[in-house]
Nanobody
Framework: QVHLVESGGGLVQPGGSLRLSCIASGFTFSRYGLNWYRQAPGKERKLVATITNSPGITNYEDSVKGRFTISRDNAKNTVYLQMNSLKPEDTAVYYC?????????????WGQGTQVTVSS
């Protein structure tokens, strides 16, 4: 069974940094792409960053390009999101996500989320 556990959220001042981690289990980690989403209060969950399986190609939502970096450590079954130059509008619950096929059905696995609050 796929299991994703996020950590690393917290309260940070504008301009600060945080690194989120997501530890995965229940599947062959290195074979799958991983994603980070976020959901701000009253808004829809939105894709922030993606990383493929080998060779680990990354992609970012426009508002975080140049500030956020997604990476993975296959030996530790962990995906990271390094967030720099944080802004109040980055405040949200951040979720780790993996998409996988069961037959012809595409499914989502989600972590429980970690709260990031950017405020002075």
């Amino acid at each position: 069974q796929v299991h994703l556990v996020e950590s690393g959220g917290g309260l940070v001042q504008p301009g600060g940094s945080l690194r989120l981690s997501c530890i995965a289990s229940g599947f062959t980690f290195s074979r799958y792409g991983l994603n980070w989403y976020r959901q701000a209060p009253g808004k829809e969950r939105k894709l922030v960053a993606t990383i493929t399986n080998s060779p680990g190609i990354t992609n970012y939502e426009d508002s975080v390009k140049g500030r956020f970096t997604i990476s993975r450590d296959n030996a530790k079954n962990t995906v990271y999101l390094q967030m720099n130059s944080l802004k109040p509008e980055d405040t949200a619950v951040y979720y780790c996500n993996m998409k996988f096929w069961v037959g012809d059905s595409l499914n989502d696995a989600w972590g429980q989320g970690t709260q990031v609050t950017v405020s002075s």
